[in-house]
């Protein structure tokens, strides 16, 4: 019940396109869903982030949708460039709890 | 603003030897403050956490045990490294639980 499913494991995408990631998860307590940007040899660094009480974020060229009542939510990229190539993680927490990563994916945009 | 420090960035160690990998943060106090472990091409695994000084929870047996001496710094151990420690470790930190964590650039660790 404390599993974030992260779906795909790998993406390739024309630079251009429309990247799409989705994730799902069961706690319905879960409050708070970010999301990560992983570039090899780094760190994740946190991209963009969402609560429950809305159905949609955007950040540029980055949108977040959420869907509550189906326990999804997922990372849209739109006009991907190929400096978006990384691995992204979606995660979900409850109050103070652990935060829960999805298993991650690696996206390739090509040029 | 703040920003977490890890070191060292690369490290080679035989099986048996021992462990210390740093982590601090700076300009902030009392971060909450964690441990991860990311194998090859996988997710993050939290290892350890720590909501204040001297107060470390475990999420995993294993080899490794986790100190926080000073409020903003926290250190990964091990008294005798095993072949399947190796991989890349994380140190992140957030105000609180339920604030966002913010990583370091990791510590690539390969055990010969």
């Known amino acids: 019940q404390q599993q974030v499913k992260q779906s795909p494991q790998s993406l390739i995408v024309q630079k251009g396109g429309i990247s799409i990631i989705n994730c799902a998860y069961e706690?319905?307590?879960?409050?708070?869903f970010p999301w990560y940007q992983q570039f090899p040899g780094k760190g994740p660094a946190l991209l963009i982030a969402i609560r429950p009480d809305v159905s949609e974020k955007k950040e540029g060229r980055f949108t977040i949708s959420f869907n509550k009542s189906a326990k999804q939510f997922s990372l849209h990229i739109m006009d991907s460039q190929p400096g978006d190539s990384a691995t992204y993680f979606c995660?979900?927490?409850?109050?103070?709890?652990?935060?829960?990563f999805g298993q991650g994916t690696r996206l390739t945009i090509n040029p | 603003s703040q920003t977490i420090h890890q070191w060292p960035a690369t490290l080679v160690q035989p099986v048996g030897s021992p462990l210390s990998l740093e982590c601090t943060v700076e300009g902030t106090s009392n971060p909450n403050l964690y441990w991860y472990r990311q194998a090859a091409g996988r997710g993050l695994q939290l290892l350890f956490y720590s909501v204040g000084i001297g107060q470390i929870s475990s999420e995993v047996p294993q080899n490794l045990s986790a100190s926080r001496p000073q409020d903003r710094q926290f250190i990964l151990s091990s008294k005798k490294l095993l072949l399947s420690d190796s991989g890349f470790y994380l140190c992140?930190?957030?105000?609180?639980?339920?604030?966002?964590?913010?990583f370091g650039d990791g510590t690539r660790l390969s055990i010969l």
């Open positions: 992140a930190w957030s105000f609180r639980g339920d604030q966002p964590q913010h």
């Open positions: 995660a979900a927490i409850q109050g103070a709890q652990k935060l829960v």
């Open positions: 706690n319905t307590a879960f409050d708070y």
